[in-house]
């Protein structure tokens, strides 16, 4: 029988409001001791069960709740919510030119902290919850006998990321957990494009998968027009909008590393890079550059991580984003359109928008919304998680 564990009231409305999370309080602190990877249940004062929860001690959500009935953690639970997980693509997601995509999207998919991408004939795993960590075993055998796999990967997620995104990003921190290594680099397809993929090399694979419809989206707004990609990482967007025929991509990212994938990605396409630009820089250097050369693009795309450092600056999205608006409006002509997205979970999008319209006053411009968009559908959260909702996407004209 599972052990029991006491929850507060606050912590009583929140499973009962169908949240997956429990944060650590002065309720958790009197827990009996627990082991990452205990099947807990939950049950407040009276003694009446609540749910049933993975523990996770050490960290700030010390339970994450896998089911509201008392259930066993073994391999026909796990399956059912995979072949759950995977019924939702197929009957919700446009994945018929693409074959790299979200497979399990964690607390959206019933399996809070535990996430599966898939990338081509590969599946990554990534564990963002160590109480999974003892039942990996269990999930990949599960995922083996639903979709038989080449190989499936675990990539780490070390708690200092903003540190290492500034290291080089070919450290590994994939392992191969069952099946057969990938090739190095993988390639993959998506909306009918190919890009290059790392399963076992830096933080990152390589290809962010919640943008996959933006990038469809662009392609159908860039023909014959002058593009230019802010933080464009290894290019993804770049590549969409040069395959859809726009006359001029210009790419900009601090890493040379990033851009040297860029350019492949680009090569990997038929596209010439030598028809582009690649500038390697910081974001607010080169948009001072390009302003002095008096440079117009008619799409501008910003999409930055929620912090960076460079030699010359910082970026965070609360307080970076205005100055970034500002400054890329000067380089958009009137008409033109700018879109702006971040994946910062704690920025709302009230909060974001307030960003884009500081960066518009700063700028004397008039931004006009045609389109918000989040996630795409292999991104699913539930109505009950509003922190599921991360992306936010903005389309705007420039008035």
């Not at 009957?91 to 902290?113: F, T």
């Not at 997205?341 to 006009?368: C, F, M, T």
């Amino acid at each position: 029988m599972s052990k029991q564990y006491l929850v507060g009231n606050e912590s009583v409305r929140m499973i009962e409001l169908g949240h997956p999370w429990i944060i650590a309080d002065a309720y958790t602190k009197k827990w009996p001791a627990g082991e990452a990877g205990d099947l807990v249940e939950l049950v407040d004062g009276s003694g009446r069960f609540l749910a049933s929860a993975l523990l996770d001690p050490k960290d700030r959500i010390v339970a994450r709740i896998l089911s509201r009935q008392r259930m066993r953690l073994d391999r026909g639970w796990v399956q059912a919510r995979l072949e759950r997980a995977v019924a939702l693509r197929k009957n919700h997601a446009q994945l018929d030119d693409s074959d790299a995509y979200r497979l399990v999207n964690g607390e959206g998919d019933g399996l809070p902290g535990l996430t599966v991408d898939r990338y081509g004939d590969y599946l990554m795993v990534q564990v963002y919850c160590s109480g999974w960590r003892r039942h990996l075993k269990l999930v990949t055998q599960a995922l083996e006998e639903l979709l038989a796999p080449a190989g499936i990967y675990e990539k780490g997620r070390p708690q200092n990321t903003r540190e290492l995104e500034a290291e080089s990003d070919d450290k590994k921190y994939g392992r191969l957990l069952a099946g057969k290594p990938a090739p190095e680099p993988l390639l993959v397809r998506e909306n009918g494009l190919t890009y290059r993929v790392s399963l076992e090399r830096g933080l990152n694979t390589g290809l962010f998968l919640d943008m996959r419809k933006h990038r469809r989206d662009l392609m159908a707004r860039v023909q014959g027009k002058r593009f230019l990609n802010l933080f464009c990482y290894t290019g993804a967007f770049s590549v969409a909008a040069a395959a859809a025929g726009a006359s001029l991509v210009t790419s900009v990212d601090a890493s040379p590393g990033y851009m040297a994938q860029a350019r492949e990605n680009f090569e990997l396409n038929r596209l010439n890079p030598k028809r582009h630009e690649f500038l390697v820089g910081d974001c607010f250097t080169m948009l001072d550059e390009l302003a002095r050369q008096k440079k117009v693009y008619d799409v501008i795309l910003m999409d930055p991580p929620s912090f960076s450092t460079t030699a010359k600056s910082r970026f965070t999205t609360r307080g970076g984003t205005s100055d970034l608006v500002a400054a890329a409006l000067k380089l958009l002509k009137t008409g033109g359109v700018l879109i702006s997205s971040s994946n910062h979970q704690k920025v709302d999008l009230a909060d974001y928008l307030k960003e884009l319209r500081r960066g518009a006053l700063q700028g004397g411009d008039q931004l006009q919304v045609v389109s918000f968009g989040g996630q795409p559908e292999d991104f699913p959260y539930p109505v009950t998680f509003p922190e599921g909702r991360y992306l936010k996407y903005v389309i705007a004209v420039k008035g």
